[in-house]
């Protein structure tokens, strides 16, 4: 049976957990990069072993640390992410954000999403990156992009790129802001996918500049469909439809359908998981009134059942970003999330109870199941 | 050659707290300290040649921001991560 590997990154360094077969005990490895700003923290799938850590420090520019090792020793990239240079007012990547491993047919294929926006590839398993000119470069995506300053506090964000499994010339990626887009010729060109989604009251849905999705999610056993948390409620897409659904709608009205993360089940297309927050008023972030749960459907979105058995029930003010909940692919699933508070929680079986499995960490920026080679 | 004063944050690419190189600019000493300790200046320098924004240098005590300015060999470049509170 394959061992559960959790890859936790956090505003101050990175942490592995192992599990023993029955994942009921971890034995923590850590910190790595201590003081370190790890956006995210990425195990190959492919060989199992590979590791890649998006890095910056408060004050150092950005890098890519790479592990074959499993963390036992580290590589700095020889080329990190770096937009192309070029005259005033060109961009410079502040962090790299989020990575992606390429599909099981282009074994040492990466991809990496940065903040401000941007798109990168890498061929030799992360040691150099090239940026794909076709988004960074592109006047109308730049367009949608807007400026640093357009962006939320930490920066405008890439991410959630995805492969599709079946074809490596069909990708998409979303942007916080700027939309969520596709490509089926291996990143040459790109195109809108919004029909559906929702952006705040009294802007033009039809301009990708005001949607923010929050991290989209494709169906491994199912890949024409997709799952997505936004700004604006939640939604599923089923290709070749170009028409989000809002499924959001179905959840219960006082905790409503705003947050970051989301989770598809790895066999069942009909499940996923959401962690909502408060998206009222000023945008607290925070579990809504303070009793955080995990939301779960069953039947594609058209109801959502709460699962909070093990969570606190009351006073727990925490905010799940977009890379803080995963699961593995045991048999029930093992569902997993990491606070802003540094808490890191989970469940054997899907959610039915929880339990934390650590705390104490800075905050939790992401965190990743992984099968260990 | 210039002496250069690493701080604490990049000394696990020198490993040590003063090293020296060369360069007729302290652009050109940057990249002579990457030649030396691969990594190093695209942490304090971004790919647009800009300084990044948490980091100063100093040239014989005097703060710089251009990175063509002009140094001697027996000049003292500081690399200081921008101090801050809180």
Known sequence: ?373 | MARVRIPTPLRSYTGRAEVEAEGATLGALLSDLDRLYPGLRFRVVDEQERTRPHVRFFVNGEAVRDLGRPLSPDDVVFIVPALSGG
């Open chain 1, 1 to 373: 049976m394959a061992r559960v590997l959790l890859l936790v990154a956090t505003r101050k360094g990175a942490w592995l957990f192992h599990d023993d077969p029955r994942r009921r005990a971890w034995r923590v490895d850590g910190p790595h990069f201590l003081g370190h700003v790890v956006h995210h923290l990425v195990l190959d799938p492919r060989d199992g072993r590979t590791l890649l850590a998006a890095a910056k420090t408060g004050h150092l520019g950005p890098t890519v640390f790479r592990s074959t090792t499993l963390g036992r020793t580290w590589t700095e990239a020889a080329r990190p992410p770096a937009f192309a240079k070029g005259g005033e007012g060109a961009r410079a990547v502040d962090h790299t954000f989020w990575l992606t491993p390429g599909p099981a047919s282009e074994p040492g294929s990466w991809y990496a999403g940065t903040s401000p926006q941007g798109l990168f590839r890498s061929v030799d398993s992360g040691a150099t990156w090239e940026p794909l000119s076709s988004v960074n470069d592109d006047p109308t995506l730049r367009r949608w992009m807007g400026t640093v300053q357009d962006g939320t506090p930490d920066g405008p964000k890439l991410h959630s790129i995805l492969v599709d499994p079946r074809d490596p010339a069909h990708l998409y990626f979303g942007m916080s802001g700027g939309g969520f887009h596709e490509t089926t010729d291996g990143g040459r060109t790109w195109t809108p996918l919004l029909d559906g989604m929702e952006v705040v009251e009294g802007f033009d849905p039809a301009d990708p500049t005001f949607h923010d999705p929050h991290c989209v999610r494709l169906c491994p056993s199912n890949p024409d469909r997709l799952y997505q948390q936004n700004h604006c409620g939640i939604y599923r897409l089923d290709r070749p439809s170009r028409e989000w659904v809002r499924i959001g709608r179905s959840m219960p009205r006082s905790v409503g359908d705003v947050g970051f993360t989301m989770v598809v089940h790895p066999r069942d297309a009909d499940t996923a998981c959401v962690l909502p927050m408060d998206g009222t008023s000023v945008w607290p972030r925070t579990s809504p009134g303070g009793r955080p749960a995990v939301y779960v459907t069953r039947n594609s979105g058209r109801s959502w059942r709460r699962l909070d058995a093990g969570l606190p029930r009351r006073q727990a003010w925490w905010t799940v970003k977009r890379q803080a909940m995963s699961c593995d692919a045991r048999d029930p699933v093992g569902l997993y999330f990491g606070t802003t508070s540094g808490e890191l929680w989970s469940s054997r079986d899907e959610g039915g109870r929880w339990s934390c499995l650590a705390r104490h960490l800075p905050e939790i920026y992401a965190v990743e199941a992984a099968e260990r080679a």
